[in-house]
């Protein structure tokens, strides 16, 4: 019999007495909603003999449920599993019974596999892997951090142009090229252009023709390293003959999505630029429906919010047209973990729990429209211990594949993890056969060993504080 749950304290005794739960949320005054009554009785008594119980919530009478599970749209169907939500579907077709049947059965035998094997399981191949958002740096910095790619378990990884003086030109993009396959021969480097009034559409479409670019990165003016040089958010069309260009010939517009302080708007600040920029990247989709778009290390639920939005007509085979980055050390972090640890400083900086918690659920979904970008931005260790002016940016490169694995392993996901971490990204981005047979052969391995973050890393002229310096990981990665 389908129940009702009107509280949390209700759903908290639900949880421990039940082993499966299917919970629906919607508004009872919805028509639309109360046309599911009959439906869910019906599903509910069907599914009692497999020990799955169907409950609903009117969060219209209990907010607080609808704010723990960070529920925005109805109606959202959460699965739990031994006291633990390990799935969120919004906007799942009740109506349509083949489908419901599908998703339930097969995500509770998936579960209850993976469940029993999650903490004996000792491995688990990752494939390729790619981190959609890297910064190399550059001369003695970029010569210990290139080889860190690798290191940290990554195949493929797509290189920030945010150098002094930006990467602008092709020339530019050869050599630089050339000087990272030097430090890491095995890596595949994915170059980019930072977006300025220097580029042009007949460039960008010869360096797109040749595969010499992947992208074009968007740095508003002022909101983070070496973007002094970047363009003003509140008004794009003077690159639209270029955003043409770009979709025409399939390349990514990478955008930081931040909206800088000025004095027309000042109250802007480093907790509301994010939710304040989602509104131009709303319009650039709409004025650009077939270019795609990668909002980069995402920090807030509504930014969450918005890319789901987006992608919310989605069907299995379309195109994506809006992806989003998640580093790892986002879904670590709050804003505690900075305010006092410049070390932990990054930008955009991290929020609050709401939004972490949005991260993780995002990054631990397997949606196709969230995939891996560490964002991994090295700063010598004097300019992150100063008293004044710390730079922005936290190093994680070495151990990116353990530290994401970690948090899916608290959730519970790690059947998700290859998704994040080398399938989204990669069908994302399209990338084809002549770039990834360069990786056939070989694999990556998530490996369950201990692993010790060491409290710094060095050449002989550069010092790095790794994230979690001096901290010890449950998980390693190997090459096979």
Known sequence: MLENLTSKKQLKTALDEEENMVVVDFFDQCGHCKKMNTILDEYSQEYEDKHIKFFKVDIDQDGELATD???????????????????????????????????????????????????????????ITADMHVHLRDESMSELITPTVRQGGIAICYV??????????????????????????TTTFLM??????????????ECAKEGLIHGIKCYPAGVTTNSKFGVDPNDFTSFYPLFETM????????????????????????????????????????????????????????????????????????????????????????????????????????????????????ATSGEPWFFFGSDSAPHPIDTKK???????????????????????????QLSNLKKFVSENGIKFYGLKDDIL????????WLVKRENKIPEVIANVDVTVVPFKAGETLNYCVEWR
């Not at 960070?70 to 579907?89: A, E, N, Q, Y």
């Not at 100063?386 to 519970?412: L, M, P, T, W």
């Not at 047979?437 to 070989?442: D, I, L, P, S, V």
């Open 160 to 185: 920030m142009p945010n150098l002094v003086p930006p990467i602008t030109t092709k020339q530019q993009v050869v050599e630089y090229k050339k000087k990272l396959e030097k430090l890491s021969p």
């Open 69 to 127: 599970y960070l529920i925005t749209s109805i109606p959202t169907t959460l699965f739990f599993k031994d006291g633990m939500m390990v799935k969120k579907v919004v906007a799942l077709n009740l109506r349509k019974k083949k489908i419901v049947d599908f998703s339930i059965s097969s995500f509770f035998l998936i579960h209850i596999l993976s469940s029993q094997s999650q903490h004996t399981m000792s491995e688990i191949e990752l494939g």
């Open 437 to 444: 047979n360069k990786h056939k052969g070989e694999s990556v």
């Open 192 to 205: 980019s252009f930072y977006l300025s009034k220097d580029l042009t559409p007949e460039l960008v479409e």
């Open 386 to 412: 100063r008293h004044v002016g710390v730079c922005a940016g936290v190093f994680s490169q070495s151990h990116v594949i353990s530290y994401v694995a970690e948090v899916f392993d608290k959730a519970n």
């Open 247 to 362: 979709a025409k010939n399939k390349l990514i517009l990478n955008i930081h999505g931040e909206k800088p302080s000025t004095e027309q708007e000042n109250d802007i600040n480093v907790i509301n630029a994010e939710p304040r920029f989602l509104p131009a990247l709303k319009k650039l989709h709409q004025d650009f429906p077939q270019l795609k778009i990668v909002l980069e290390h995402c920090t807030t639920h509504d930014a969450i919010a918005l890319v789901r939005e987006i992608n919310s007509g989605y069907k299995p085979g379309d195109e994506i047209y809006v992806g989003a980055t998640i580093t790892a050390h986002h879904l670590y972090l709050i804003i505690d973990d900075w305010a006092g640890n410049p070390i932990n400083f990054c930008k955009p900086v991290a929020k609050f729990q709401k939004d972490r918690a949005s991260l993780v659920e995002a």
